[in-house]
């Protein structure tokens, strides 16, 4: 990136790798050890039951209402959803907008068991497809991928089957769409619907343009009568108006979903010791929790993770500089343990399925609002409580300004940099609802929330037209008398009438305004910089970041324009040991879900899986307070299935019984 020198290069985790080049889990892991068909289900050779008897609810196809109860296990449709399943089943086309955790893949995979043939699912995630087949096939669907990271023999099988009418989902990356021989594949088998997932990669404005997108016009130029979905997470009309129009999807229904995400808590914080207030967070709040830690330069990734480390905590980095192995290796410890947290650059995360992320942490601050809510919406994918929280100071907003003074690019260029951060630093800065704003700037109106911090613990607005103008002035003597500009530091130390080699040095001592700014303490003058920052009161100059001010000071100078500030209401600490999904069960239940989440665990190993395809938090949780007793009450909590009922009741029921 031309404008921050410690910015990644782009890592792009879309990125198929080389037929003949390193797979996504190179040790070895589970896409090289496995093939793309679960062997069990849809392999053609194994002569024993057929795939179809494994599933006998597929024997007649299922209502859509059936095959949620039954095969996912849970008992009513969410948001859109049932009305999105008529519409494939019905043979129409969709557009579906709906942030992270709001069901999307039911919507596709519910129609392709229901209507008749296999449903194609294009996904450029092509490094989570083993997962996503694994999940699946956890539940008795019988899934299957076509991907670069398969050899020849594994390739074939899952296109036999597919030609067999033995599959109800196949999961291919979009480049296979351009070898004439997929198509011609496709052809000679029953397609019930096409799938496009992430489809706002089809935009070219957006970050995550695939140009593969593009070509995927073609599904209905060959395929008219195939119902299409198109699915994304990402929110701004013009990428909607773009998926619409790139895809050809002009009879498509459009169904938009609110973005809000009311199961995680905003939290901002100014920033003082930023590592130790990382670590107070999680020992406090998720202890044993799995979360995502951002920094923005590979050097205090490595950083934080080591202090993780050193003080007792599962913590694994990730960022471009590191081996593709090591990366590789770490993400898929992240995805398959309980409780990793990994401390990476925003390099991470992208398609990241792992629905039990309980935080998202920033340690510096994200250059947009976009940004910031991608990243922080990874958290708490499968709704249950989860924390958003962000550290932000003074330097922050200093370092971010310099970097877009300095960036390369043309001004409109660096006026959408500005804007962006202006945006992001409204945000930090509000004295209102975090959640209100957010949902405001993706054109949503809402009300206050009650899960975000300044809900929480409202901070206070205050006058602080008098500290801005002693700092104002300050910066206006030292430039008007000396002729000289410096950061921010530098000044706190003039008012609060410090004696350092720097003023008495260069007289500063001699300044009007030296020491007269006694009544607030060094970490109180940097928020007020800080946020004279954020309203454009104050600006930053030049390599060093010396302070100036801008037209708007003027008024604020001559007194004709008050200034409000915020107050950082005080915080109170929380003294939960549980990780936050543990310390909301009641007390009684807490034992339990701990023991359920060790017997998960240790499942998951057996199998070689991450533990949530075993089974969500959520459904543990269901276990937890409702102890049943038999496998029919087992079966009647949310996430237990018909299979997963046959397959592990009675180790459940083992479990609830001794704890
Ligand atoms: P998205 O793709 O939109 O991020 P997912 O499809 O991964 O969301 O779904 C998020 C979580 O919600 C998953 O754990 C999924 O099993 C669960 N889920 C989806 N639909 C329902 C439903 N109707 N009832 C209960 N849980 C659901
Ligand atoms: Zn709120």
Not at 74 to 80: G, H, I, K, L, V
Not at 258 to 268: A, K, L, T, V, W
Not at 586 to 591: G, K, L, M, T
Request: charged share 25%; hydrophobic share 40%; proline share 5%.
């Amino acid at each position: 990136m031309p404008w921050n020198p410690e910015e990644e290069p782009p890592f792009d985790p879309f990125a198929e790798p080389p037929f003949d080049g390193e797979a996504p889990f190179p040790d070895g892991g589970p896409v090289s050890a496995r093939g793309g068909v679960d062997a069990g289900r849809a392999s053609t050779g194994s002569g024993s039951a057929s795939p179809r008897a494994a599933r006998s609810a597929t024997a007649v196809a299922p209502t859509a209402l059936e095959a949620l109860e039954k095969i996912f296990g849970y008992d009513s449709f969410r948001n859109q959803q049932a009305e999105i399943i008529d519409t494939l089943i019905a043979g129409g086309d969709a557009l579906v907008l709906m942030p992270t955790g709001g069901g999307k893949s039911l919507c596709y995979q519910i129609p392709a068991l229901v209507r008749d043939g296999t449903g194609v699912v294009i996904s450029p995630l092509i490094a989570l497809m083993q997962d996503q087949v694994d999940a699946l096939t956890a539940v008795g669907v019988r899934a299957g991928f076509l991907n670069s990271t398969q050899d020849a023999g594994e390739r074939s099988r899952v296109e036999r089957a597919y030609l067999d009418g033995e599959l109800d989902l196949l999961y291919l990356a979009p480049e296979r769409l351009r070898v004439s021989s997929t198509a011609q594949l496709l052809d000679r088998g029953t397609i019930s619907l096409f799938a496009i997932d992430e489809a706002h990669c089809v935009s070219q404005w957006g970050h995550d343009f695939r140009p593969d997108y593009l070509q995927l016009s073609m599904l209905h130029e060959r395929w008219p009568t195939v119902p299409r979905i198109a699915l994304t997470a990402t929110a701004t009309e013009v990428t909607h108006r773009e998926i619409a129009t790139k895809l050809q999807l002009g009879e498509a229904k459009h169904f938009v979903s609110s973005f809000d995400r009311p199961n995680i808590q905003y939290r901002i914080e100014s920033k003082n010791q930023p590592m130790q207030q990382l670590l107070a967070l999680i020992r406090s709040e998720h202890a044993g929790d799995a979360g995502i830690v951002y920094c923005l330069s590979r050097a205090s990734v490595e950083k934080t993770a080591d202090f993780l480390v050193e003080n007792g905590i599962t913590a694994l980095p990730y960022h471009a500089g590191l081996d593709s192995r090591i990366r590789a290796a770490n993400q898929s410890r992240f995805l398959r343990e309980d409780g990793v947290v990994m401390v990476a650059t925003i390099a991470f995360g992208m398609g990241i399925d792992k629905p039990d992320v309980r935080f998202v942490a920033h340690l510096d601050l994200p250059k947009s609002v976009e940004g910031y809510y991608q990243e922080t919406g990874r958290a708490g994918r499968d709704g249950l409580p989860s924390t958003a929280w962000l550290a932000y100071g003074l330097q922050d907003v200093v370092q971010q300004r310099r970097m877009i003074q300095q960036s390369e690019g043309d001004d409109a260029f660096r006026r959408r940099l500005g804007a962006n951060l202006d945006a992001m630093l409204a945000l930090c800065e509000t004295i209102e609802c975090r959640r209100m704003q957010l949902l405001a700037y993706f054109g949503e109106t809402s009300a206050p929330c009650g899960n975000c911090d300044t809900c929480l613990a409202p901070p206070e607005g205050i006058d602080g037209t008098i500290p801005a103008q002693k700092l104002l002035s300050t910066v206006v003597r030292l430039l008007r008398e000396k002729n000289q500009r410096f950061g921010a530091g530098h000044i706190v130390d003039i008012l609060l009438g410090k004696t350092t080699p720097r003023t008495t040095q260069h007289g500063h001592d001699q300044l009007k305004t030296f020491g007269i700014g006694t009544e607030l303490s060094d970490q109180e003058w940097r928020g007020v910089v800080r946020q004279l920052l954020a309203q454009g009161l104050l600006a930053v100059q030049g390599e060093y970041g010396t302070l100036a001010v801008t037209e708007a000071s003027a008024a604020v100078l001559d007194g004709s324009r008050r200034v409000k500030l915020r107050k950082e209401p005080e915080r109170s600490s929380r003294s939960a040991k549980k990780s936050k999904v543990a310390s909301d069960l009641p007390a009684q239940s807490v034992d339990l879900f701990e023991a359920l989440r060790a017997w998960r665990s240790s499942e998951a190993k057996a199998q070689e899986v991450p533990a949530y395809i075993i089974f969500g938090d959520a459904t543990l949780r269901g276990i937890a307070i409702s102890r049943p007793g038999s496998l029919a009450e087992l079966g009647g909590i949310s996430g237990v299935g018909e299979n997963k009922l046959a397959k592990y009741g009675e180790a459940l029921l083992e479990v609830v019984a001794a704890n």
